[in-house]
Antibody
Framework: EVQLVESGGGLVQPGRSMKLSCAAS????????MAWVRQAPTKGLEWVAT????????YYRDSVKGRFTISRDNAKSTLYLQMNSLRSEDTATYYC???????????????WGQGVMVTVSS | DIVLTQSPALAVSLGQRATISCKTN??????????MHWYQQKPGQQPKLLIY???NLASGIPARFSGRGSGTDFTLTIDPVEADDTATYYC????????FGGGTKLELK
């Protein structure tokens, strides 16, 4: 059974940093591209960042470029999101997601974690 | 950026057909595939994949759900609607990076 379990969220002050983790199990992690998607309270889904199966390619939405870094450790089957210079508008539930096809290009998201809440506030 | 536009809400009666639309400001077709996908999200839960590449039913999803469309116009149809289908439905494109529509909240009349 595919499982994605996020951790590392909580309350953080504006301008500070936080690192999210996503532990994957039930599939060969190194074969799949992965992504982070967030959802602000009462708002819709917003793609944040994507990483290829081998970590060689990464993509970010403009609003987090230069502040967030997506990475992975295939030996540990774990996905990360390092978030620096956090802003109040980064407050959201962050979901770890898996690419549905397991190819070199991430197309759609077939498995989602339960999500982890990040609150940026003083 | 590719922008996806959905109507905010839709109300249908039990047993009737629900048609949810998603329009994009750019063509999301590429080499014979439409890079449009649909998700269902219920309150307090993570999203669930329903349809991928415009018309392919995801694993474990009942055949009451179907998707169609190409280019810039796509629809998700639920027929017949059941009580458990009350949720918010999102379209998502992956032709150029990844973006989601604003979501359509399906309610029962």
């Amino acid at each position: 059974e595919v499982q994605l379990v996020e951790s590392g969220g909580g309350l953080v002050q504006p301008g500070r940093s936080m690192k999210l983790s996503c532990a994957a199990s039930g599939f060969t992690f190194s074969n799949y591209g992965m992504a982070w998607v967030r959802q602000a309270p009462t708002k819709g889904l917003e793609w944040v960042a994507t990483i290829s199966y081998d970590g060689s390619s990464t993509y970010y939405r403009d609003s987090v470029k230069g502040r967030f870094t997506i990475s992975r450790d295939n030996a540990k089957s774990t996905l990360y999101l390092q978030m620096n210079s956090l802003r109040s508008e980064d407050t959201a539930t962050y979901y770890c997601t898996r690419d549905g096809l397991g190819t070199t290009v991430v197309i759609y998201f077939d498995y989602w974690g339960q999500g982890v809440m990040v609150t940026v506030s003083s | 950026d590719i922008v996806l536009t959905q109507s905010p809400a839709l109300a249908v009666s039990l047993g009737q057909r629900a048609t949810i639309s998603c329009k994009t400001n750019q063509n999301v077709d590429y080499y014979g595939n439409s890079y449009m996908h649909w998700y269902q999200q219920k309150p307090g839960q993570q999203p669930k994949l329903l349809i991928y590449l415009a018309s392919n039913l995801a694993s474990g999803i009942p055949a009451r759900f179907s998707g169609r469309g190409s280019g810039t116009d796509f629809t998700l149809t639920i027929d017949p609607v059941e009580a458990d289908d009350t949720a918010t439905y999102y379209c998502q494109q992956s032709r150029n990076l990844w973006t989601f529509g604003g979501g359509t909240k399906l309610e029962l009349k």
